[in-house]
């Protein structure tokens, strides 16, 4: 990995729940992730994926070790600080899009700029437009979120990630609570900002047939890494034959179906 390019890095990582009965999550973590880089987490459920990403935006202080981004320690910031570090430089999707139904598109994907501003400026306003564009929505900008149906309304959630131009791109299950039609449109338009944007994305996902897609997958295994590989230069069979025979137990030969959610 070119250090030269590292932008985000975790070095010894820890994360333990409660203090008369501790519950260690996350075990002593090292790796980076470069600009640029498209990069999945997987691993069964209670293996620390969401502990992980949750710690990795700032969104949960680690028990011990260092988040740092860009060369600053997540560690030396103040609750307002890292509340103005997430909303400048984060962007976040999570399986229920968490829309405001009284809101339009529009509306929702500007709340963030309103955050960051306290008003909408008019070249905000014709980013959003652009961003729901981007996502295939531009006929919906005036449609209230509960006019919406669930693929479209994660869409929006993508374009209000995006609207404060993040260096990173965090997604916990994006595509758990889609059909599978939905599922590879979200994906399309994953690699499509990683491409055109060039931002780094990190999605915690139970779908193997993305996490196959993804540049890199980091396997976690109760809270330590069990493997960290590359699928760039695989071709698609050969991606996802090397993430699901450790990761899936319904993977056997010649099961057809390459969907899975655990």
């Known amino acids: 990995m070119d250090e030269q390019n590292v932008l985000l890095q975790a070095k010894d990582l820890s994360k333990v729940y ?13 790796f980076s992730i470069s600009e640029g880089e498209f990069t999945s987490i997987i691993g069964y459920s209670g293996s620390g994926k969401s502990t992980l ?3 990795l935006g700032a969104l949960d202080q680690p028990t011990s070790g260092e988040i740092i981004f ?37 509306e929702n994907v ?37 006019n ?14 995006l609207i404060n131009e993040p260096a990173i791109l965090l997604g916990d299950e994006p595509t758990g609570n889609l059909d599978s039609e939905s599922t590879e449109q ?6 499509e900002i990683n491409k055109e944007f060039g931002t780094t994305l990190i999605i915690v996902t139970h779908n193997d047939h993305i996490a196959a897609k993804t540049d890199r997958v980091i396997e976690l295994t109760d809270g330590r890494i069990s493997r960290d590989y590359s699928n760039k230069d695989l071709s ?18 010649g099961h057809n179906n390459k969907i899975h959610q655990l």
């Open 236 to 253: 698609d069979d050969a991606a996802f034959e090397q993430v699901a025979p450790s990761y899936c137990k319904y993977c056997g030969r």
């Open 18 to 30: 409660g203090t008369v009965i501790r519950t260690k999550v996350l075990h002593e973590l090292n």
């Open 148 to 161: 919406l149906s669930g693929g479209q309304q994660q869409r929006v959630a993508i374009a209000r990630a």
């Open 70 to 106: 860009n060369g600053i320690e997540f560690g030396q910031m103040n609750e307002d600080e890292l509340a103005i570090f997430r909303n400048e430089n984060l962007g976040f999707i999570f399986q229920f899009h968490h829309l405001l139904p009284e809101f339009t598109a529009l």
């Open 110 to 146: 500007l709340i963030p700029t309103w955050i960051k501003a306290g008003k909408t400026h008019n070249k905000r306003i014709e980013r959003a437009k652009e961003l729901l564009d981007l996502v295939g929505l531009s006929k919906f900008i005036n449609n209230k979120a509960t």
């Open 53 to 55: 990403l949750n710690v």
């Open 186 to 191: 979200v994906y399309a338009l994953f690699r």
